[in-house]
Nanobody
Framework: VQLQASGGGLVQAGGCLRLSCAASGRTFSNVAMGWFCQAPGKEREFVSAIGWRGRTTSYADSVKGRFTISRDNAKNTVYLQMNSLKAEDTAVYYC?????????????????WGQGTLVTVSS
């Protein structure tokens, strides 16, 4: 699976962004997808994940109520709608795919990773 993340950029605190991750190379509809982030000097962290049907989702406590993950299997794309952004959301965001249909909050559970897209939130 090849993953291409996009949608990052510079936004003011309180603003919003929508990240996209386009997948290719294998059947997308039966794999779970996740978003992770890594801020400078910090370890990679789980952000959100979605099951293969889109019915099951998981969020880090820090983004609950602000971020929404979704997927369009017809377009082989997963999205992360990021609202009410905070300066501490600044990081490189990576999408990932796992060869299982259910969600996982551990990065080690994912088999494929995109190249990352930078989100910078100014305060």
């Amino acid at each position: 699976v090849q993953l291409q993340a996009s949608g990052g950029g510079l936004v003011q605190a309180g603003g919003c962004l929508r990240l996209s991750c386009a997948a290719s190379g294998r059947t997308f509809s039966n794999v779970a997808m996740g978003w992770f982030c890594q801020a400078p000097g910090k370890e990679r962290e789980f952000v959100s994940a979605i099951g293969w049907r889109g019915r099951t989702t998981s969020y880090a406590d820090s983004v609950k109520g602000r971020f929404t993950i979704s997927r369009d299997n017809a377009k082989n794309t997963v999205y992360l709608q990021m609202n009410s952004l905070k300066a501490e959301d600044t990081a490189v965001y990576y999408c990932a795919a796992r060869s299982k249909p259910w969600v996982d909050e551990l990065g080690s559970g994912y088999d494929y990773w995109g190249q990352g897209t930078l989100v910078t939130v100014s305060s």
